[in-house]
C-alpha cells in the first residue's frame, strides 16, 4: 500500500500575500508576538474591525469578546466565575492562539504553562487568549508594541516578583529574608 500523500491542514488556502495586506490596512505587525499568524489577524480584523476607540480600555475588549472571568458577587460569594459564552470567531481565534503558545519559548508560553498548572488547560486558554487581546488592541490602537523578552526574561520577572511579596509577608511577621550562599556557590533565601 502506497503512503499517502501530505495535505495541507488548510483545505482552501489563500492564494494571496495576507501579511503584505495586514500591514497595508493596519500599518502595524499583528504577527510579531508568538501565536498569531496572519489568518488569526486576518480573524480578527474581520470580527474586530480597525477602529478600537469603541472600547475605552484593552479590559473592556477583551471583555466584551468573552474573554474575562465572570463577577457576579451576591453576599460577598462568587455565583458565576466561567467567562461568559461568545459566539464570536474573534475569541475562538485568539483562544486557537492561545493553544499554540504551549510549547513556545516566549513569554506568552510561560504565562501559558505557569497558568496552566495552576488553573488547567482551558482556564489557562482563556486567560493567554485575554493577553493577546489585549496586545492586539493596543497595537491597533495605540501603534505601540511591548516586545517579548523570551522566556527567561519572564521567568525572572517572575522570580523577582515572587521575592518580594515574600520579603513584605516576612517582614509583616517580624521576619527578614536573609540571602545565604550554599556550597554550591548559589544564592539561597532563607528566613
Known sequence: MPARPWRSSRSNPLGFAV???LAAMTGVDLTQSA???SLTALTV???LGLDMTRWPTSKHCASGLGLCPGNKISGGKRFRIRSKPSANRAATAWRLAAQGLANSHSALGAYDR???ARLGAPKARTA???QLARFVYSLLRDGTASVDAGQQAYEHKYRDRVLTNLQRKAKAFGYQL???EDLDGGVASTL
Open 19 to 21: 501579511h503584505a495586506y
Open 35 to 37: 501565536g498569531i499568524d
Open 45 to 47: 480584523i474581520r470580527e
Open 114 to 116: 505557569r497558568r496552566r
Open 128 to 130: 493567554t487568549a485575554h
Open 178 to 180: 536573609v540571602h545565604v
